[in-house]
């Protein structure tokens, strides 16, 4: 990714600067991305996976109810409720990485447990909704 800047376009203050060449890199970014969408979304994938999975190993990488340590029925639950909504609002790598920060920093917020346990606790919690109950009993 090649960034060219005109030398007259950029301002004298310090300060303007650094926006100024901040700015022409973000729409570079956004050029490239645009143009590789397909590459940029499977690099987007692969760091959410390996991001996961390093979650996943720091919480022991088996569900804390069931012992479950099968990676793929694996997932990240929020202890005290609330990761749905929290997933409507970040997702992917950047939602992984949130975690991690949280976990290393001593966060008891996320458990691991199995999508069956998920559920489960789900259902006793009542986090389910209304919408999701009847599509599940169909
Ligand atoms: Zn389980």
Same mark, same amino acid.
């Given at each position: ?5 005109? /030398? ?15 700015? %022409? ?7 490239? %991305?645009?143009?590789?969408?397909? $590459? ?7 760091? $959410?996976?390996?991001? /996961?999975s390093e979650v996943l190993t720091f919480l022991g990488n088996k569900c804390v109810r069931c012992g479950e340590t099968d990676?793929?029925?694996?997932? %990240? ?11 409507? /609002?970040?997702?992917? $790598?950047?939602?992984?990485? !949130?975690?991690?920060? #949280?976990? !290393?920093?001593?966060?008891k917020a996320y458990q691991c447990l199995c999508a069956n346990c998920n559920w489960r606790k789900r259902y006793e919690r ?8 009847? #599509?599940?009993?169909?």
């Amino acid at each position: 990714m090649t960034i060219l800047l005109k /030398r007259t376009n950029i301002p004298q203050d310090e300060e303007k600067e650094k926006r100024f060449v901040k700015h %022409v890199k973000r729409k570079s970014i956004n050029r490239w %991305v645009s143009e590789h969408r397909e $590459a940029w979304n499977k690099k987007q994938r692969e760091q $959410a996976q390996r991001i /996961r999975s390093e979650v996943l190993t720091f919480l022991g990488n088996k569900c804390v109810r069931c012992g479950e340590t099968d990676i793929r029925c694996l997932q %990240v639950d929020h202890v005290n409720g609330g990761g749905v909504q929290e997933l409507r /609002r970040i997702r992917g $790598a950047t939602y992984f990485r !949130k975690v991690f920060q #949280e976990l !290393k920093r001593g966060s008891k917020a996320y458990q691991c447990l199995c999508a069956n346990c998920n559920w489960r606790k789900r259902y006793e919690r009542e986090e389910i909704s209304e919408k999701e109950s009847n #599509e599940r009993n169909m």
